[in-house]
C-alpha cells in the first residue's frame, strides 16, 4: 500500500489537523461520548422518533460540556445507533463539520446462523464501511476500528481495505479496539501508516490493565489475564489510549449499591467524600482517575442521561488537580487490598 499524498486530500475541515496526510485528532481530545445507547433497543425494529429526540438530547449535553468526538460502531443497536445519530445531524445543519466521528466494524451478529462471529475480511471492512456511512449520512469518518481482533485476518488485506478507503477520503485513520500490544505489532508490520487508536475497558473496576503491570514477578500474576506490555507499547508507539465502560456502569458514582462487593461500596463512599470536598461530582472524580495515569487515556462517557453525562464535565481539572496519594487512594479502595 503506497502512502497517501496530502496534496490529493480536500483541505480537513476546521479543527481538524493533518497529519502525515491523514487526518487525525489533536492533543485537546479528553472526553468521548460512547454513542452505544443511542437508536432504542437492540432488534431490527424501525428507529422511532422518540429514539432520535433521545439522542438529540445526549448529544447536545455532550456538546454543552465540550465533547466533540463521538465513539460509533455498526452494530450498536442492530445499526440503529449510527443511524440516530445521522438523523441529529441531519436536524442541526453544519453540525458534522463541528465533530468528530470514530465507527468501528469486526464484529457481526445473527448472522448465517451464528448468534456472534468476526469478520475482518477487505470485503467485509469496505461492505461495513459503506453501510456505516449511509446510516451516518456523511461522506467520511475521521477513524475505523477494528472491533475485535479476528483469529482469521490477514494484515495485507487490511491494509488493503484501509488504503482503499482513505485514498477515497472515506476514512482518515485507522486504529483498533480490543487489542494486545502483539496483535497491534503484528498488523503494524504491514501499514505505511500509524495505527492511531486502541480502545479497551479501562476503569476503577476494570484494573487489570493496571494490574499486569504491578503484579510482574508475583504469583497473583497468573490470574490477570490482561496482556503486559500492551499499555506500554501504546505508549512507546504514540498510539492513542480509549476507555471504554470507564464510568463502571456508575458503581461508584450513585448508582443502587445493591449486590456490590464492600470494596465497591469503599470506593464509591470515597469518591462521593471526594467530590464533596473538591465540590465537584463522583463522575469527574472517576474519570478523573483514569485520565490522571501519564498515558493520557481518554475516557468514554455511555451514558444516554443529559444529566450525568453533564455531570462528566469537570474530569480533566480533577486529573490536573489529583495528586499520587489521591489517586492511590481510589485504587486500594477499589482493590480491596494492598499492593504486593
Not at 470514530?102 to 448468534?115: D, P, S
Amino acid at each position: 500500500m503506497r502512502p497517501v499524498n496530502p496534496a490529493d486530500l480536500e483541505p480537513p475541515p476546521a479543527g481538524r489537523v493533518p497529519w502525515s496526510g491523514l487526518w487525525h485528532y489533536d492533543r485537546a481530545v479528553t472526553l468521548i461520548y460512547g454513542c452505544m445507547g443511542l437508536g432504542g433497543d437492540w432488534s431490527d425494529s424501525q428507529l422511532t422518533q422518540d429514539d432520535v429526540e433521545a439522542a438529540e438530547r445526549a448529544v447536545q449535553a455532550a456538546l454543552e460540556i465540550g465533547i466533540s468526538w463521538f465513539d460509533q460502531a455498526d452494530i450498536y443497536r442492530a445499526g440503529k445507533s449510527e443511524e440516530a445519530l445521522g438523523k441529529v445531524l441531519q436536524r442541526n445543519p453544519g453540525l458534522r463539520d463541528r465533530i468528530s466521528i470514530q465507527t468501528k466494524c469486526g464484529i457481526r451478529l445473527g448472522e448465517h446462523g451464528l448468534e456472534v462471529y468476526y469478520d475482518l475480511s477487505k470485503r467485509a471492512i469496505l461492505e461495513r464501511v459503506e453501510g456505516s456511512l449511509r446510516r451516518l449520512g456523511t461522506d467520511r469518518v475521521e477513524i475505523l476500528l477494528l472491533h475485535r481482533p479476528d483469529p482469521l485476518l490477514e494484515p495485507e488485506e487490511i491494509a488493503a481495505a484501509f488504503g482503499e478507503l482513505n485514498v477515497a477520503g472515506k476514512v482518515g485513520s485507522l486504529g483498533v479496539s480490543n487489542m494486545s500490544g502483539a496483535q497491534m505489532a503484528f498488523l503494524q508490520r504491514v501499514l505505511d501508516t500509524p495505527l492511531v487508536v486502541n480502545q479497551l475497558e479501562m476503569s476503577l473496576l476494570k484494573r487489570d490493565w493496571i494490574e499486569s503491570g504491578v503484579l510482574v514477578n508475583h504469583p497473583d500474576s497468573v490470574s490477570v489475564g490482561f496482556p503486559h506490555g500492551t499499555i506500554e507499547y501504546c505508549r512507546t508507539h504514540q498510539v492513542r489510549l480509549q476507555a471504554w465502560g470507564a464510568l463502571a456502569q456508575g458503581i461508584y458514582s450513585g448508582a443502587p449499591a445493591r449486590g456490590h462487593s464492600p470494596a465497591a461500596e469503599a470506593t464509591a463512599a470515597l469518591a462521593a467524600s471526594m467530590a464533596r470536598e473538591k465540590g465537584t461530582t463522583a463522575e469527574a472524580i472517576v474519570l478523573g482517575w483514569l485520565m490522571r495515569h501519564p498515558a493520557g487515556i481518554e475516557p468514554v462517557i455511555g451514558s444516554t442521561n443529559p444529566v450525568r453525562i453533564r455531570a462528566c464535565q469537570d474530569a480533566e481539572a480533577q486529573a490536573a488537580a489529583m495528586t499520587n496519594v489521591e489517586w492511590y487512594a481510589l485504587y486500594l479502595a477499589a482493590r480491596g487490598t494492598k499492593v504486593p
